[in-house]
């Protein structure tokens, strides 16, 4: 029976899939190999990976790749058992390994096909390293556990004599099925002996005293027969005597066994007793090597493994809970019934929580997609001819997953630019007395329902100057305009704005940075950059901790509701018109003391009707800095499940979404870090024309 | 025919195709992704044969076997073990732990079914 073709294709992929992860458990292991050589779990892990992709490799079809990771199995199994020692050589041919499998997996796909030269040389820097340990096994023929199909057809007999040892069945050998299969290979009478049995006082239920004799007529040969007993070659005696071919006058179907059978038969020339297992249980087992497993290690078991298509679509249905749980609370609190009020009360507590946990599976470490990154550094620093280090913080900040897969490009940019632009060669670092090699260090923390990751570097920073006379040249701000250096290092995310008049490979034309800026802001998040010269740079990004779920404020805008992001929300205070006409068109209000600028939403909206006497700012912290957003009035707490506009709305700046609310209407969710930069570069252009 | 055969491996593609054999050839199946799973899940059902990987994580084949034949449950339950061609002292010490047979990869499915009915 064959695995039919859908299995197949189900198993390859999941192979796929899995190969992908060890290869994943490879790098890591190597790259804290590369950190600290004298580990010995890092070897393990590494060579469990590769095991794993050899055996199910070949089980799959996927010879070339089983095979290459043989060898490099083989070559760590070497260096477990300490004949071959830990080397940056053998790290680094490692490592291409690693893409290698990588590179062969994804021909297997579909993508380019992988030049065979390039696996004989890399083998051939194995064969270097292993050298004197000894030739790599090829990998066998798998074993055989049934017989090569019986050359001959003619019909033989068999004396065959089966005594079990006593203690049999203590492996949890079964004598039924054994004697079943022998019988199956060809025809004749099975007997059993019943004189070693002793007295039932005497007797062991899990002692086997039988033993059995059979004349068996089978076209198959003697080592077919002797297969049938291989688990318990040691733990029987097995006698097989080939008798001379089946005589049509001797068929015997005899009742009675017929001489040669006899318990003192002539010796069978093929009899033997298997010998005594060669290694009498040697007291010197193979050692365990310590091991010492990480915690997280022991974690993994607990896990299950969901499709995140299952996860996003009970992400949805929650949603969708969320907004209808909601109505009913409005309903309840309109048919003003106790019970109803009670029990809607009751839904939607247990629709929070259920919303938390669904928002908490998707929740996932960024720190393995930050280890990713060592590797990015170390192989680009080298290609670069300068030495840069990858450290990182925070790895354990969780994130919806999503949004771990969408950051991976962007923080790939930032990573490269600050190699390209920002660290500068080890010899003028030692000039400025800097340590010779870089520091890129990544951090993630969560702050106050944001995400924030930060890419830091010690380069040369950004020369604000320069960044200006671009800008200027570029027509992408007018000249003389008062810029502060903040605003100056934001303007690198304009697109095609490129300082290095090179372009070189790695980070292209500067095409980069808008695009990174896009994708944060695609997560509703935002960009920020601080930079000292001479002494490095800083890119900050702050995301919304979940994409589907947030918590907003409903406000009022001219009849029309609106939601506003809660989370950067802070307090809301009253602004009269009259104090609104007294900071005379400077939109800046004084809030417990403080100075807080703040944003006309019906100006940024463009409803421009009449205002209410009293309008209500409601203060929020955006980019790092507070900020008002004058409403007509707040509502209150909302929980937001939020809609997507579509394509044909894309355009709308300053809105990141719709949400329905309790009574069915639909409130637009305002992007407060959208509307707070339309505002600055309208009031930017207002100052230059004079006060408006 | 209702045997209930527990497959312990850390690897997901070895656990789909014995899966898709046995269950194809009758057989309930269960998996398991380590010793320390499969001694848990040995607790809840009575099991009728054991194929175990060697190399694993946390708990590995060998100390598996151990654990199995000193409980009471699974003393005489048949146990394979899955090699590879370079341990072949493994199955020794399989054996000594208490192993009933063995099944070296990389197996066709015909090789996992010939083990198995010999050992049921």
């Known amino acids: 029976m064959e695995l039919n073709s859908e299995a197949l294709e189900q198993g390859r992929k999941i192979f796929q899939e899995e190969a992908t992860e060890k290869l994943s458990e490879l790098e890591e292991a190597l790259m804290t190999l590369e950190e600290s050589p004298g580990e010995s779990e890092p070897i393990d892990q590494a060579f469990r990976a590769l095991h794993t992709i050899k055996g199910s490799g070949s089980m799959f079809g ?18 477990r058992d300490g004949d071959i020692a830990v080397s940056p050589e053998l790290i680094q041919a490692s490592l291409l390994a690693h893409d290698l499998i990588r590179d062969l997996l994804s021909a297997d796909q579909g993508g380019s096909p992988v030049d065979p030269a390039r696996v004989e040389e890399l083998l051939g820097r194995f064969s270097a390293i292993s050298g004197a340990a000894g030739e790599p096994d090829a990998p066998a023929a798998p074993r055989v556990t049934e017989t090569e199909p019986g050359e001959t057809h003619e019909l033989r007999r068999y004396a065959i004599r089966f005594e079990p040892d006593r203690k049999i069945m203590a492996n949890g050998t079964k004598i039924a099925p054994l004697l079943r299969e022998m019988m199956s290979l060809g025809s004749g009478q099975l007997e059993a002996q019943t004189d070693s049995l002793p007295l039932l006082e005497a007797m062991q239920p899990e002692d086997c005293y039988l033993w059995w004799k059979t004349e068996l007529q089978a076209d198959c040969d003697a080592n077919e027969i002797r ?32 001489s040669p059978l006899s318990d003192e038969a002539a010796q069978p020339t093929t009899a033997q007793k298997a010998p005594p297992s060669p290694a009498q249980p ?25 499709g995140s298509e299952k996860l996003d679509q009970l992400v949805d249905l929650v949603g969708e809970l969320v907004t209808a749980q909601a109505r009913l609370t409005e309903l309840a609190a309109r048919e003003a019934d106790p019970e109803m009020l009670t029990l809607s009360e009751e839904i939607e507590r247990l629709t929070g929580e259920l919303r938390d946990t669904a928002m908490n599976m998707r929740m996932v470490a960024i720190g393995s997609t930050f280890n990713r990154f060592k590797r990015l550094v170390r192989d680009l620093s080298a290609k670069l001819d300068q030495k840069a280090q990858l450290t990182t913080e925070g790895g354990e900040t969780e994130l919806d997953k999503s949004m771990i897969d969408r950051l991976a490009d962007p923080l790939v940019h930032i990573i490269r630019n600050s190699l390209d632009h920002g660290i500068e060669p080890p010899e003028q670092r030692e000039r400025e007395g800097k340590p ?59 697109p095609g704005f490129s300082t290095k008049e090179q372009v070189t490979n790695l980070s292209g034309r ?5 695009v990174v800026k896009r994708s ?60 609104i006409e007294a900071s005379r068109g400077r939109n800046v209000a004084m809030v417990r003391g ?21 309008q209500h700012a409601v203060v929020a912290e955006v980019e790092g800095r507070r900020i008002g957003f004058v409403v ?58 004079g006060e408006a | 025919m209702g045997k209930r055969i527990l497959t312990v491996d850390d690897s997901a593609s070895v656990r789909q195709m014995v899966n898709f054999t046995l269950s194809g050839a009758g057989f309930d199946v269960l998996e398991a992704t380590d010793g320390s799973d499969a001694l848990a899940k040995v607790q809840g059902q009575a099991v009728d044969l054991v194929l175990t990987d060697l190399n694993m994580p946390n708990m590995n084949g060998i100390e598996l076997i151990r654990a199995l034949r000193a409980e009471g449950d699974t003393r005489l339950t048949p146990i394979v073990m899955l090699t590879t061609e370079s341990q072949a002292d493994k199955k020794q010490e399989g054996k000594e732990a208490g192993a009933t047979g063995w099944i070296v990869k990389p197996f066709k499915p015909e090789q996992l079914l010939a083990v198995v009915n010999k050992l049921l």
């Open chain 1, 62 to 79: 996927f010879d070339r790749v089983s095979g290459f990771a043989h060898q490099v199995e083989t070559v760590f199994d070497q260096v």
């Open chain 1, 282 to 306: 040697a007291p010197q087992a193979v050692p365990q090597p310590p091991q010492t497993a990480p915690s997280h290690k022991l974690e993994a078991a607990a896990n299950i493994k969901v």
């Open chain 1, 510 to 514: 500067g095409v980069g940075m808008d």
């Open chain 1, 520 to 579: 944060v802001e695609a997560l509703r998040g935002a960009v920020e950059i601080d930079s000292q010269p001479g002494k490095g740079t800083e890119i900050t990004l702050r995301l919304p901790l979940t994409l589907a779920i947030i918590d907003g404020l409903l406000v009022r805008l001219d009849g029309a509701p609106y939601v506003l992001p809660l989370s950067s929300i802070e307090e809301c205070v009253e602004l009269s018109r009259n104090e």
């Open chain 1, 227 to 258: 297969d049938v007993f291989i688990f318990v070659e040691d733990d029987c005696k097995l006698d097989l005597e080939e008798l001379g071919p089946v005589i049509e006058a001797e068929t015997p179907q005899a009742t009675q066994p017929s």
């Open chain 1, 594 to 614: 403080e100075i807080v600028p703040y944003v006309h939403l019906r100006q940024a909206l463009k409803l421009h009707h009449d205002l209410p006497p009293i």
């Open chain 1, 436 to 494: 010779a090699v870089g520091q890129v260090h990544l951090s993630a923390r969560h702050a106050a329902g944001s995400v924030l990751i930060s890419i830091r570097d010690d380069g040369r920073g950004l020369d604000a100057e320069k960044l200006r006379k671009k800008a200027e040249s570029r027509g992408l701000i007018p000249p003389g305009s008062e810029l502060t250096p903040r605003e100056l290092y934001g303007l690198i995310f304009h």
């Open chain 1, 632 to 689: 007509d009035e707040v509502i209150g707490g909302h929980q937001t499940v939020i809609k997507s506009l579509g394509r044909y709305f894309d355009h709308l700046k300053n809105v990141s979404g719709a949400t329905v609310l309790g009574d069915g209407s639909v409130a637009l969710i305002l992007d407060l870090n959208r509307l707070v930069q339309g505002a600055e570069l309208s009031a930017a252009g207002r100052n230059l024309e």
